[in-house]
């Protein structure tokens, strides 16, 4: 099973470009999130998503875009990097609805660096 | 709002001792509560959930956290530390019935000496 893949591992952008950070499950999930990961910081949610065509800002949401035309994919669009967006990026799903405390089934991660 | 604290950001334990890894935690309401690990270059993995059914949980890999309400913990035990829980390990919570919004804590990185 593949599960949660995320692409690409690693990414270096100089700041001001642009570009998507994609997520894709193979687990009929409804729910998808992203999260980035900082030093000391723990796990902050960006958007999250309770099922196509639905999105929702999470804790962190400027300088992110998101949608879901699809169950499977839900991709993370940076309009205008900025270093302050380096950070290493997780995707997540879930079963959504009655089993709201599911655990969250993770990618890889996605390394990013804002130069 | 919900908040997360976990107390040492990095803890250090020969093969063998007691693992502790500690969780406090704000809530307005009866939380629901996660303890995930991270091993390196991976992404997180669900060790266990509190859910109101019972306080004492019980994880995969020998791991278990106790819901202490009047303390507002919910901290993560092992009785004998292996060198494969050597990982980055994170105290979550979750407010609303969904669970569409997890606040994670900032992590505790364990280290295992032989």
């Known amino acids: 099973n593949a599960g949660v893949t995320q692409t690409p591992k690693f990414q270096v952008l100089k700041t001001g470009q642009s570009m998507t950070l994609q997520c894709a499950q193979d687990?009929?999930?409804?729910?998808m999130s992203w999260y980035r990961q900082d030093p000391g910081m723990g796990l902050r949610l960006i958007h999250y998503?309770?099922?196509?065509?639905?999105?929702d800002q999470g804790e962190v949401p400027n300088g992110y875009n998101v949608s879901r035309s699809t169950t499977e994919d839900f991709p993370l669009r940076l309009l205008s990097a900025a270093p302050s967006q380096t950070s290493v990026y997780f995707c997540?799903?879930?079963?959504?609805?009655?089993?709201?405390?599911?655990?969250?089934?993770f990618g890889n991660g996605t390394r990013l660096t804002v130069t | 709002a919900q908040s997360v604290t976990q107390l040492g950001s990095h803890v250090s334990v020969s093969e063998g001792a007691l693992v502790l890894l500690r969780c406090n935690y704000s809530?307005?309401?009866?939380?629901?509560l996660f303890w995930y690990v991270q091993y390196p270059n991976q992404g997180l993995q669900l060790l266990l959930k509190?859910?109101?059914?019972?306080?004492l949980v019980k994880g995969i890999n020998g791991f278990e956290a106790e819901f202490k309400k009047s303390e507002t913990s919910f901290h993560l035990t092992k009785p004998s530390a292996h060198m494969s829980d050597a990982a980055e390990y994170f105290c979550a919570v979750s407010e609303d019935n969904a669970g569409n919004m997890l606040t994670f804590g900032g992590g505790t990185r364990l280290m295992v000496k032989p």
């Open positions: 687990m009929n999930h409804e729910y």
């Open positions: 997540a799903s879930r079963v959504q609805g009655a089993t709201y405390n599911s655990p969250l089934h």
């Open positions: 998503s309770v099922g196509a065509g639905i999105t």
């Open positions: 509190y859910t109101s059914a019972a306080t």
């Open positions: 809530s307005s309401v009866p939380p629901y």
